[in-house]
């Protein structure tokens, strides 16, 4: 495959790409599935606002959604775990040079000293990266959601700010 290819040179010499390739995709996967976590919540949090009249849904008014953040609890957090293992990739990655044929000593006799470096650290880093990316547009995509499809009767307000003030920790 071209891009397992690609990556070869981000590995340690004899290290399986294709097997770290496909660890990344099911952790990516199984993050994003967990992350739809939101949507059950928020449409359960979304139906408590109405009542039935009937057989007709009404807005009840004096209702109000939970905030954003608490709506999205713990759904990115497979994001976070998977950030995680990729410093255990890390230093697996070292310990791996150490290990059969030890090429580590190999790696210390090449002319670019950052050689080793970066064959343990730059797939993992490349990985953190795209899982950043990846939970930003989700918050990003579920934040939409949540304001567009809420009724602007039953929001509180500031819920950009509570985000924040969550993320660095003070109180608004």
């Known amino acids: 495959m071209d891009l397992e290819r690609k990556f070869e040179r981000y590995v340690p010499p004899g290290a399986n790409v ?7 995709a099911w952790g990516g996967a199984v ?18 606002l109405f009542l039935w009249d009937g057989s007709l849904r009404v807005l009840d008014i004096s209702a109000t959604m939970p905030d954003f953040i608490e709506v999205l609890g713990s759904s990115l957090i497979g994001f976070l775990i998977l950030e995680l293992c990729m410093s255990a ?7 791996y040079h150490y290990q059969g044929s030890k090429s580590i000593y190999l790696m210390k006799r090449l002319p670019s000293r950052f050689e080793l470096h970066r064959r343990c ?5 490349l990985a953190v ?3 950043l990316c990846a939970a930003l547009m989700l918050l990003l995509i579920y934040f ?5 499809f809420t009724p602007k009767a039953c929001l509180t307000p500031h819920q950009w700010q509570k985000i924040w003030s969550v993320l660095l920790g003070v109180a608004i």
């Open 89 to 95: 990739v890390i230093i697996y990655h070292y310990a």
């Open 129 to 131: 990266t795209a899982s």
């Open 31 to 48: 993050s994003l599935l967990y992350s739809f976590g939101f949507l059950i919540r928020y449409l359960n949090d979304y139906s408590s």
């Open 18 to 24: 294709r097997q770290e390739l496909k660890w990344f």
């Open 121 to 125: 650290v730059t797939l993992p880093v």
């Open 144 to 148: 939409a959601i949540y304001m567009a």
